[in-house]
Structures are given as C-alpha cells and as structure tokens.
C-alpha cells in the first residue's frame, strides 16, 4: 500500500512538473543586459527643458523597480509637465500592472475620470496607446497620461501585457517593462491632452528605443 501511495505521489508531482514546463516552456527567464538607463533621458526634448527631482530612497525601494527617473520639463510658454519613468525587471506572470496609476491615484485620495486613448504613432490610432484621465483632488485638478511598453510596444491592460510577455518565449533573453507617466496642470482637458500628447510623442521617441 506504501509503495502504491509512493508510486501514485511521484506520477501527480511528474504531471505537475510537465504542467510546469509546458506553462515556461519557451520563456525567458534572465533579463536582457540593459545598455540605457532612465537617466539617459535628454534633458531637452525638442523645446521642454528638464530638471531633476530628487526620490526618496524608500521610496524607491517600494516601487520594486530596478531604476526610476522623475523630472519636470518646462517649455518658452511656461507649460509643465512632469515625468516619472519607472523600470521593472520582474512583472511576474503578467497579473497586475506595476503600480498602475489607476490604483496609485485613487489609493492617493484621488478620484479618476473616464479614461481617453491617444496614439502614440503618427498615422497609426490602433496601436501604441497611451490613456489618458483627468485626476480630481480637493477641487484640484492635475492629468495623467500613462503607458507601459516593453519591446517598444505600449500597453496599458493587464492582458496586453500578458500578450506581449508571451510574444517573448522562445528567446534568449526577456526584455524589461517601461513604465512612462506624465502629469500636468491646465485649464481645460483639451489644453491639458494637447500638452500631454506633444511631450509623450517626444519622449516615446526616445523611450520606444529603450535596450
């Protein structure tokens, strides 16, 4: 009886190893060697200076992320916008984004309005998506506008993420996931989305090339 408990123990852990294995199968499991840090931003992007705001450290710590980066950019006509990019090198299997802004904001005191898509690529509105939403606080207004990439390719659902890291088995190394937020204070919504779009078209230039 023993025996056959034995034998019966080993061919559940052998089903659960193949299970496993066929789940993994193909995906990478170390982290491309990354030649670009955050903090290779230009602190000029076309007209918007930067300038650098400095994190506390356990601050840093609890984001999980391998490097971060926050600036606020200023262009001639006085408009701000703040930036916040972040890089993880562990997204798990996919279930979550990290720190995802729709989580953050209102765990913040905030509470967020209906989202809005921009596209990101010229002449393409169906791909490379960055959202959009007003954050309202105490009669305060500020805008968001986020989006994750990896591979260059921006996502913003926890299923697109799980697509893209699934696009990735079969090679040797996994890339990371980038994780761009901007933030800006305006008048109206169209002020704020047409300031917002100008900057990110900029900046996911640069980070779309992100290695």
């Known amino acids: ?39 290779d931003l ?45 890089v993880f090198a562990d997204i798990g299997d996919g279930h979550g984004l990290p720190h995802s802004p729709e989580i953050c904001y209102p765990n913040n005191g905030w509470s967020l309005g209906e989202p809005k898509y921009l596209p990101l690529d010229q002449g393409d509105a169906t791909k490379n998506l960055a959202e959009f939403v007003k954050a309202e606080q105490q009669g ?27 696009a990735c088995r079969g090679r040797a190394f996994r890339p990371p996931s980038v994780k761009v937020m901007l933030q800006t204070d305006a008048t109206t919504p169209d002020e704020a989305e047409r300031t917002l779009k100008s900057f990110a078209d900029l900046i996911y230039a640069w980070t779309r090339g992100f290695h």
Do not use: N
């Open 140 to 166: 305060r207004a500020a805008y968001v506008l986020f989006w994750y990439q990896i591979d260059g390719r921006t996502y913003t659902t926890t299923d697109q993420q799980k697509s893209l890291i699934l």
């Open 42 to 86: 230009p602190m000029t992007l076309g007209e918007w200076k930067g300038e650098s705001i400095a994190l506390d450290p356990d601050i840093f710590k609890g984001t999980g992320a391998t490097m971060i980066c926050d600036r606020s950019y200023r262009d001639r006509g006085g408009r701000t916008v703040s930036v916040h990019l972040a």
């Open 1 to 39: 009886m023993t025996y056959r408990l034995f034998i019966a123990a080993v061919f559940m852990l052998a089903i659960y190893g193949a299970v496993r294995w066929v789940k993994g199968r193909g995906m990478p499991t170390e982290l491309a060697p990354l030649e670009m840090k955050v903090g």
